[in-house]
């Protein structure tokens, strides 16, 4: 008997012993290049920390934008991604980038118009697609202006219509792009629906009439970001206070 659970014991332990030592996240630092990088560099564009299009190389605008995430995550500030950013940056918890000046921007209190239903995103995805123009009403002012959607998996992508839409949508952001969000009502086959529009476009895309470039981010209830599926806490509040 004692010869066979030293057999056990001892076969237990060569089995511990040929585990493999748990995965460490992969060094992510200037040079690098992949999928990885693109997950980090969308991650760090949904917290406002990275304002370009996700390429796959890390450079020194992906540098810099990393070594801001560590500053206001409170972690060590040395522009490469190790295990500690990649935790803190793929959390729920991680900070989102501070808004520098009044926040937010553009007026920010009123009620110019009623709200929407909270319509899932599911449903708004059929009823919106792809190529589709409608009409947005931002919630505190009233302003009106139209866009038409691009694309979008997880929420839609849309564009500017027109000249006076894209001046507009710049009043509302109090004249300029930036990094806030802003509470709207979506007019989707005859109804109210409740969202919210990101004022900072992505992407290079030009628009042409105001020296704004890139594709806006509109979030409608469930929306999550698209290449991770993480939920905006700003977005949802947004669209929580558009809801009648």
């Not at 999928?35 to 991650?43: F, G, I, M, N, P």
């Amino acid at each position: 008997m004692k010869k066979y659970l030293s057999r056990v014991l001892l076969c237990f332990l060569c089995f511990v012993l040929l585990l493999p030592a748990a995965a460490s996240a992969e060094l992510i630092t200037s040079g690098s290049s992949g999928e990885a990088v693109y997950r980090l560099q969308q991650r760090l564009l949904d917290l406002g920390y990275f304002n370009y299009k996700p390429t796959g190389s890390y450079g020194s605008m992906t540098r810099n934008a990393v070594i801001a995430f560590q500053q206001y995550n409170d972690l060590a500030a040395d522009g490469a991604a190790g295990d500690a950013t990649q935790t803190a940056l793929f959390a729920s918890s991680a900070k989102r980038m501070p808004i520098v000046g009044k926040v937010p921007f553009g007026v920010t209190s009123g009620s110019g118009a009623a709200g929407g239903a909270a319509t899932p995103w599911s449903e708004v995805d059929a009823l919106f697609p792809v190529g589709e123009v409608i009409e947005l009403t931002d919630i505190i002012t009233g302003t009106r202006y139209r866009v038409r959607r691009e694309g979008g998996v997880n929420h839609a992508v849309v564009s500017l219509l027109g000249q006076y839409d894209e001046l507009d949508y710049l009043n509302i952001f109090g004249g300029s792009v930036n990094g806030s969000k802003r509470a709207t009502v979506a007019i989707i086959d005859g109804e109210r629906v409740a969202a919210s529009i990101s004022g900072l476009p992505r992407g290079g895309e030009e628009w042409g009439y105001y020296d704004v470039s890139g594709y806006i981010d509109l979030y409608f209830t469930g929306s999550t970001g698209d290449f991770l599926p993480v939920a905006d806490a700003e977005h949802n509040a947004n669209i929580k206070a558009a809801t009648r």
